[in-house]
């Protein structure tokens, strides 16, 4: 019996990265303020959502993670932005023949309130993936000030996505 090729693909990304002084704070390609001014520390823009996505898409198709194509030892990517990254895995999602079906993605932190942002974020990243708007959840909660999220040391974004075979 010979198996068929699977027409979806399911993949999930955790990002997670420090809050610092003096670093922007950069999510799904949006500078926003945070009341402490604090910032996410990483070797690119740190945007955590952008990077669950990325690692999403890549481990839906088993190639890797966002490090393998964009590593913290290459200057190269020093304060890249995160959207152009995407861009770059998106290109190689569609060369491998898939497609965006939907993402959905949450983003966890007691500070700044996401709510305002959320379309605009959703806007970003439906431009950069050329897809619509409406194939893109986006939600963000606290952690009730437990964990690294809850004690303002951090700000997490779990992803999935669905893939479908074009």
């Known amino acids: 019996m010979t198996k068929s090729s699977p027409q979806f693909r399911i993949g999930n990304g955790y990002d997670i990265h420090r809050l610092v002084e003096g670093r922007n704070l ?10 402490n001014n604090l ?10 959502l952008s990077h669950s ?25 020093k304060n890249a932005d995160s959207l152009f990254l995407l861009s770059k895995v998106i290109d190689l999602i569609r060369q491998e023949g898939w497609e ?3 993402i959905d993605s949450v983003i ?14 959703k806007k970003n990243i439906s431009e ?13 909660t606290t952690n009730e000030k437990l964990g690294p999220e809850g004690r303002e040391e951090g700000i997490s974004c779990h992803s999935v996505v669905l893939l479908e075979k074009k």
């Not at 910032?39 to 955590?48: F, I, K, N, R, T």
């Open 39 to 48: 910032g996410l520390d990483g070797h690119s823009d740190a945007d955590v």
């Open 53 to 77: 996505i990325m690692d999403a898409l890549l481990g839906a198709l088993s190639l890797g993670d966002i490090g393998k194509y964009f590593p913290p030892t290459d200057d190269k990517w």
């Open 100 to 102: 965006v079906n939907n």
């Open 128 to 140: 950069i993936l050329n897809i619509d708007g409406n194939l893109i959840g986006i939600k963000a």
């Open 26 to 35: 950069i999510i799904g390609g949006i500078k926003l303020h945070h009341p």
């Open 108 to 121: 966890v932190a007691e500070r700044p309130k996401f709510k305002p942002h959320i379309e605009l974020m």
